[in-house]
């Protein structure tokens, strides 16, 4: 029986009917992704009218109320799309079932973490309708509601933390036998991903911030905008060889 796949050169695979082109491409996309990802990421830590989200009751208009619904929506839904395009770059060099796992590990952290980001914005917004609708509702009453999110939250967050875990050790573990990765790629996100556990193991069931502890979470985002820049390069850069050979 015919091979499914088809050889790029001696120790790689490509799928069928993948040209150059195509995964010149799609190492583009994914690093172009992988930088809105993270980017969008750090809109929600740092832009003020995301803030609505905490107020009582939340009062906003309609386009601050959708931004704050949906841009934290967004950086899950494109960074799933960098993990792929991460997992199908070290599969070219046979990283075996590392590179696999990783990729499942990253689907399951950022569909949870989605999960956690509608769960935030809907019960927010959907509670200050009910406060402003109903004059016994009090602020103290916000507090208790908030409190019981949180504890949702967190249960989610944890999720989170332990599959981001996960894909981190298993994609450093690919990257450090992979040319164009190696020690420099692998090992950072093998010692983060460790660190990230140990931290949360300490702080369990509060996230490390709210513990006062150091939160190694702006690190991984650094990690994967930087990530994300490397891998849009070597799309940009095989595309120019291509281009320039004779």
Same mark, same amino acid.
Request: proline share 6%; net charge negative.
């Given at each position: 029986?015919? =091979?499914?796949?088809?050889?790029?050169?001696?120790?790689?695979?490509? !799928?069928?009917?993948?040209?150059?082109?195509?995964?010149?491409?799609?190492?583009? $996309?994914?690093?172009?992704?992988?930088?809105?990802?993270?980017?969008?990421?750090? =809109?929600?830590?740092?832009?003020?009218?995301?803030?609505?989200?905490?107020?009582?009751?939340? !009062?906003?208009?309609?386009?601050?109320?959708?931004?704050?619904?949906?841009?934290?929506?967004?950086?899950?839904?494109?960074?799933?799309?960098?993990?792929?395009?991460?997992?199908?770059?070290?599969? !070219?060099?046979?990283?075996?079932?590392?590179?696999?796992?990783?990729?499942?590990?990253?689907?399951?952290?950022?569909?949870?973490?989605?999960?956690?980001?509608?769960?935030?914005?809907?019960?927010?917004?959907?509670?200050?309708?009910?406060?402003?609708?109903?004059?016994?509702?009090?602020? !103290?009453?916000?507090? =208790?509601?908030?409190?019981?999110?949180?504890?949702?939250?967190?249960?989610?967050?944890?999720?989170?933390?332990?599959?981001?875990?996960?894909?981190?050790?298993?994609?450093?573990?690919?990257?450090?036998?992979?040319?164009?990765?190696?020690?420099?790629?692998?090992?950072?996100?093998?010692?983060?991903?460790?660190?990230?556990?140990?931290?949360?193991?300490?702080?369990?069931?509060?996230?490390?911030?709210?513990?006062?502890?150091?939160?190694? $979470?702006?690190?991984?985002?650094?990690?994967?905008?930087?990530? =994300?820049?490397?891998?849009?390069?070597?799309?940009?850069?095989? $595309?120019?060889?291509?281009?320039?050979?004779?």
């Amino acid at each position: 029986m015919a =091979s499914s796949t088809v050889p790029i050169r001696q120790g790689r695979t490509r !799928e069928p009917g993948t040209t150059d082109s195509h995964r010149d491409w799609l190492l583009i $996309g994914g690093g172009i992704a992988g930088i809105v990802g993270t980017l969008a990421y750090g =809109s929600t830590q740092a832009l003020p009218f995301f803030d609505v989200l905490h107020s009582f009751p939340v !009062e906003a208009s309609w386009s601050t109320r959708a931004a704050a619904f949906w841009i934290p929506a967004l950086w899950p839904v494109v960074a799933l799309f960098m993990v792929y395009v991460v997992y199908r770059l070290l599969d !070219e060099d046979r990283t075996g079932h590392w590179a696999y796992l990783g990729w499942v590990s990253g689907v399951v952290a950022f569909s949870i973490v989605l999960m956690m980001m509608m769960v935030q914005s809907g019960v927010h917004f959907d509670v200050s309708e009910l406060a402003r609708s109903d004059s016994a509702f009090t602020s !103290e009453t916000w507090s =208790s509601v908030v409190a019981a999110v949180h504890g949702v939250d967190n249960g989610l967050d944890l999720a989170w933390d332990l599959f981001l875990v996960l894909w981190l050790v298993l994609t450093g573990v690919a990257m450090m036998g992979h040319p164009r990765f190696g020690v420099w790629w692998g090992l950072p996100a093998i010692v983060m991903g460790l660190v990230l556990l140990v931290i949360n193991g300490i702080t369990v069931p509060d996230p490390p911030a709210s513990a006062g502890l150091f939160d190694p $979470g702006p690190l991984v985002g650094l990690y994967a905008l930087i990530l =994300s820049v490397y891998i849009l390069v070597l799309g940009l850069r095989a $595309g120019t060889r291509r281009s320039d050979a004779p």
